[in-house]
């Protein structure tokens, strides 16, 4: 049962563009939703974080929005760089206010060409 | 560097071998995480932690997984009697949510191959 969904396994942007990258959940009790990137050989590099009570969290290049009506986020990137390519990750929080697992997508392959 | 620390960086084990898996959390974090990637797979949960506690272990496999976090030293993922369907990435993760921040924090990860 696949609570976190990435329905993307790859997308391709030309640098300077927007990127895209979905995610849609199932569980009603997610309340925290995080994006991670990883890179081949490396552990999961936190990027950005949104908290149910919001719909929009921007930093810098990246901004995360929510749709909890729908059960949908999106992680945006602008520009793109060559250096954004890697695999990006859904992750996703029951009981904010608690410390608890992290329940990930399967993941979306950026590449960012030139 | 204060970031997670995990050794060893790879890991060859036969079958029926023990295999010790070592995190160390960032600095002033105390809660631990244990994930694992099987290939071409997303992260799976596997087991939560604080010192001396274990909080969630839902996702261990029952036999043959065990996890600590003693009050002093690293946090360890032990599997005993190794088999071929044990190779994967395994990353440990650390939190800080007494401070009210919720995000994981992740280590390089350990590659463990079974022979």
Redesign the interface.
């Given at each position: 049962d696949q609570q976190v969904k990435q329905n993307s396994p790859s997308l391709s942007v030309q640098e300077g563009r927007i990127s895209i990258l979905n995610c849609d959940y199932t569980n009603s009790m997610f309340d925290?939703f995080?994006w991670?990137k990883k890179y081949p050989?490396?552990?999961?590099?936190?990027l950005i974080?949104i908290s149910s009570i919001k719909d929009k969290n921007e930093d810098g290049r990246f901004t995360v929005f929510l749709n909890k009506s729908a059960k949908h986020l999106s992680l945006h990137i602008v520009p793109s760089q060559p250096g954004d390519s890697a695999v990006y990750?859904c992750a996703a929080?029951g009981g904010?206010g608690?410390?608890?697992?992290?329940?990930?997508?399967?993941?979306t392959r950026l590449q960012v060409t030139l | 560097n204060a970031g997670?620390m995990?050794n060893p960086r790879h890991l060859v084990r036969r079958r029926g071998q023990e295999a010790r898996l070592r995190c160390s959390p960032m600095k002033g974090h105390s809660?631990v995480?244990w994930?694992r990637q099987l290939p071409e797979?997303?992260?799976?949960?596997m087991v939560?932690l604080q010192k001396e506690n274990i909080?969630?272990e839902?996702?261990m496999p029952k036999e043959r997984f065990s996890a600590e976090f003693p009050k002093e030293g690293p946090s360890i993922l032990r599997i005993q009697q190794v088999v071929r369907g044990d190779s994967a990435a395994y990353?440990c993760?650390s939190?800080s949510?007494d401070r009210g921040r919720?995000?994981?924090?992740?280590?390089?990860?350990t590659?463990l191959t079974v022979t």
């Open positions: 925290y995080l991670y050989a490396e552990g999961p590099t936190f974080s990750f929080i904010a608690t410390a608890s697992k992290l329940t990930f997508g399967t993941g | 997670v995990q809660h995480y994930y797979e997303g992260l799976k949960f939560y909080i969630d839902s996702g990353f993760a939190s949510p919720y995000e994981q924090y992740f280590g390089p990860g590659r």
